[in-house]
């Protein structure tokens, strides 16, 4: 009895952060406008970069992890195996100018200047859930564009059944490359469905900046419904492909880390219970979190996968 009270004190407490938030990101944006228009040139150096982006929609009913422990608790093996290294690491490699190849099963492909994506694609804010295989778990307010808008942009033909992302490959800069930690560059992939799924999302910054190098800049994949390896990094090529690409830690682990990745409760990777998460940057005292089938996304996103056994296609 008293742990259920308990609980639903903390629910109401946790929708009163999310209502303070949103409050206080419209204050921000409005103090942003006027202090702005008021004082000289020099003092805009102040305001974040995407103070003034809009929140989109599906924003998390939960708190929103620190910037700092969102920021120096990276998982980026291109740099380091270690969570707080990459962020020293990550600091020489160079962000911009930045383009993307786009190949395969699309009538617009070749090479993209990011800065033209960027412009043709209007950024929001979206604040989502984030959980890692690792079964530790995060809230980040990303800022950026829908994945399917840019993917329109392509044109993918009808032959166009999967979309697989590389990173950059340059171990000069990319130290952790040097290591046959994973079979380089990182590969991910979504099915098309899921890709144009309005919940996938294409990250250009987080907390109302650019993102930090070692969270993926200049710009990042995050498909909230699914672990966050699938969520990948410093992205440099696009493939529309009639097959399901090979993917990097599927190709390390294929028993481990399937390709669909959703997160489930309800199977246990072989050396992590899926059932609950550590909250990032929560008290040692902070009761684990229940893990939700989808992350918590499936209202959104279970249709995609009906017929299918999770177990099976995990
Ligand atoms: N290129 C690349 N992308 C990557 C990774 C990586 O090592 N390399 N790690 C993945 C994993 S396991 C997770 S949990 C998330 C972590 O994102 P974050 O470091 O911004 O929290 O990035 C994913 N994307
Ligand atoms: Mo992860």
């Known amino acids: 009895m008293l742990i259920k009270e308990q609980s639903s004190i903390l629910n109401s407490e946790i929708t009163d952060k999310a209502i303070f938030l949103n409050r206080r990101k419209i204050i921000k944006a409005a103090a942003g406008i006027s202090l702005a228009s008021l004082l000289p ?10 103070a003034q982006v809009p929140t989109g929609p599906y924003s998390a009913n939960l708190p929103v992890t620190s910037s700092e422990d969102a920021k120096n608790y990276t998982n980026y093996y291109e740099f380091s195996t270690h969570k707080k290294d990459s962020t020293i690491l990550a600091r020489p490699l160079q962000t911009s100018p930045w383009a993307i190849k786009v190949e395969g099963e699309a009538e617009n492909t070749g090479n993209f200047n990011l800065e033209d994506i960027l412009k043709n694609n209007p950024l929001e804010e979206r604040i989502y859930r984030f959980r890692c295989v690792e079964a530790w778990s995060m809230v980040v307010p990303w800022i950026g564009f829908p994945l399917a808008a840019m993917l329109q942009q392509f044109k993918p033909t009808s032959k166009a059944k999967f979309v697989e992302f590389t990173t950059l490959y340059n171990p000069e800069v990319m130290v952790g490359q040097k290591s046959q930690s994973l079979d380089w560059p990182y590969v991910e992939g979504l099915r098309i469905d899921e890709a144009m799924h309005p919940l996938a999302f294409m990250a250009a910054g987080m907390y109302d900046e650019e993102l930090p190098k070692q969270n993926g800049a200049p710009l990042r994949l995050v498909v909230p419904w699914k672990y966050g390896f699938k969520s990948i990094k410093a992205i440099v090529k696009i493939r529309f492909s009639e097959t399901m690409p ?15 990745a959703n997160v489930n409760p309800n199977v246990p990777h072989p050396r992590w219970s899926q059932s609950r998460e550590r909250i990032l940057g929560a008290s040692i005292f902070t009761p ?23 177990k099976k296609y995990f």
């Open 41 to 50: 040139g020099s003092a805009h150096a102040q305001t974040k970069k995407y």
């Open 246 to 260: 090979a993917t990097a830690w599927n190709k390390m682990a294929a028993g481990e880390y399937g390709f669909y």
């Open 288 to 310: 684990k979190r229940k893990t939700e089938l989808f992350n918590g996304y499936g209202e959104q996103v279970a249709s995609l996968y009906t017929g299918m056994d999770l």
